[in-house]
């Protein structure tokens, strides 16, 4: 399991890769969630410690690529700092589909976000540090 903290904006995920690593071999990753758009980002009680990709963080898929020799590869998966009191929540991330490798397990990692809030606050779509960061409103096209 991993464990990250909802302030932290984001959870590194590592993948190891074992045996003989003198060739160059691929793994695809993928984010996972139990989401059935039933539960509103905002309903704190009925999420039942999940996490889902439109309220908790951003899905995340792509592939890592081993070079001869590299035997750890870590990817980021962004995390939705809101302002929800709503607990431990969790997601999966599931590896699959290797090139000259073998999964071993595990395969797959659950992440628990660790809430920062102790009381819910306003909704954070209202506030516009929510969407634009501080360094992206300073970025200009020439």
Known sequence: MNFTNEGSVDAVITVTRTGNTSGTSSVDYKTLDTDNFTVGCADTV??????????????????????????????IVPIVDDSFAEGTEMFSVVLSNPINA??????????????????????????TNFFVSPALSRLSLA
């Open 102 to 127: 073998t999964l071993g397990s595990p395969s797959t990692t659950t992440v628990a976000i660790s809430d920062n809030e102790t009381i819910t606050g306003p909704n954070p779509v209202f506030n």
């Open 46 to 75: 009925n999420n039942q410690g999940s996490a889902f990709a439109r309220c908790d963080f951003a899905t995340s898929l792509d592939t890592l690529t081993f070079l001869p020799g590299e035997v750890s590869k870590t990817f």
